[in-house]
C-alpha cells in the first residue's frame, strides 16, 4: 500500500516537471549536464526528460513491477536475493 502512495506522489511530481519545468528550474536552478545532452539553456527539457522518467517509474511501482525489475537485475550480483 505504501508503493502505491510513493508511486501516486511520483506520478504527480513528475506531471508537474512535465507540465511547469520553469517553476523546476527557477527554484533547483538548470542542471550542469543538461548543455551536454541537450545543447546551451536547455534545463527546461532536461526537468521534462527527468519528469517522464519519474512518470514510467512511478507506474512501474505503483503496479508491484519495480521488485521483480530490481531482482532481475540485481539477483546475479546478489544470490541471497532470489
Same mark, same amino acid.
Given at each position: 500500500? @505504501?508503493?502505491? #502512495? =510513493? *508511486?501516486?506522489?511520483?506520478?504527480?511530481?513528475?506531471?508537474?516537471? &512535465?507540465? $511547469?519545468?520553469? $517553476?523546476?528550474? %527557477?527554484?533547483?536552478? %538548470?542542471?550542469?549536464? /543538461? %548543455? $551536454?545532452?541537450?545543447? /546551451?539553456?536547455?534545463? +527546461?527539457? @532536461?526537468? +521534462? @526528460?527527468? *519528469?517522464?522518467? &519519474?512518470?514510467? &517509474? /512511478?507506474?512501474?511501482?505503483?503496479?508491484?513491477? !519495480?521488485?521483480?525489475?530490481? =531482482? /532481475? !537485475?540485481?539477483?546475479?550480483? #546478489?544470490?541471497?536475493?532470489?
Amino acid at each position: 500500500m @505504501a508503493m502505491f #502512495f =510513493l *508511486g501516486l506522489f511520483g506520478l504527480v511530481v513528475g506531471f508537474l516537471m &512535465v507540465w $511547469k519545468p520553469t $517553476k523546476f528550474l %527557477e527554484m533547483i536552478g %538548470e542542471p550542469g549536464w /543538461s %548543455e $551536454k545532452i541537450f545543447g /546551451s539553456g536547455r534545463g +527546461q527539457t @532536461a526537468y +521534462q @526528460a527527468i *519528469g517522464i522518467i &519519474v512518470i514510467i &517509474v /512511478s507506474i512501474i511501482a505503483m503496479t508491484g513491477l !519495480i521488485q521483480g525489475i530490481i =531482482l /532481475s !537485475i540485481l539477483g546475479p550480483l #546478489f544470490s541471497g536475493l532470489k
